[in-house]
């Protein structure tokens, strides 16, 4: 059964910074393109980034893009997000998943996602 499971979220002010991990269990992760989203109050899911099987290819959003850096580490089997220059609007529950495929093109759309951990809060105060 493959499992992921985030960690690294917590409270942190503006400007500053945080590392989460998602270890991944039950499989090896360089058979899954991997991806970060999260979810705040009220709001959808929203993408981040995706990261290629082999690190050759990752895409971020644009609400991230320059700030956010994802990085995997195939062979401890986790996923990595540096989340630099935070605000209050990146307070939010932040979720990794992974889908099994290989190669494969990018995708936001979340039902292509077939495993996800069970979050890790991200709050950033003014």
């Not at 062979?75 to 495929?101: G, I």
């Not at 890790?120 to 003014?126: G, N």
Request: net charge positive; with cysteine; hydrophobic share 30%.
């Amino acid at each position: 059964q493959v499992q992921l499971v985030e960690s690294g979220g917590g409270s942190v002010q503006a400007g500053g910074s945080l590392r989460l991990s998602c270890v991944v269990s039950g499989s090896t992760i360089s058979r899954y393109s991997m991806a970060w989203f999260r979810q705040a109050p009220g709001k959808e899911r929203e993408g981040l980034t995706i990261i290629s099987p082999t690190s050759g290819s990752r895409l971020y959003a644009d609400s991230v893009k320059g700030r956010f850096t994802v990085s995997r580490d195939n062979a401890k089997n986790t996923l990595y997000l540096q989340m630099d220059s935070l605000n209050p609007e990146d307070s939010a529950m932040y979720y990794c998943a992974a889908r099994s495929c290989n190669p494969c093109a990018s995708t936001w759309n979340l039902n292509l996602y077939t495993y996800w951990g069970q979050g890790t809060q991200v709050t950033v105060s003014a």
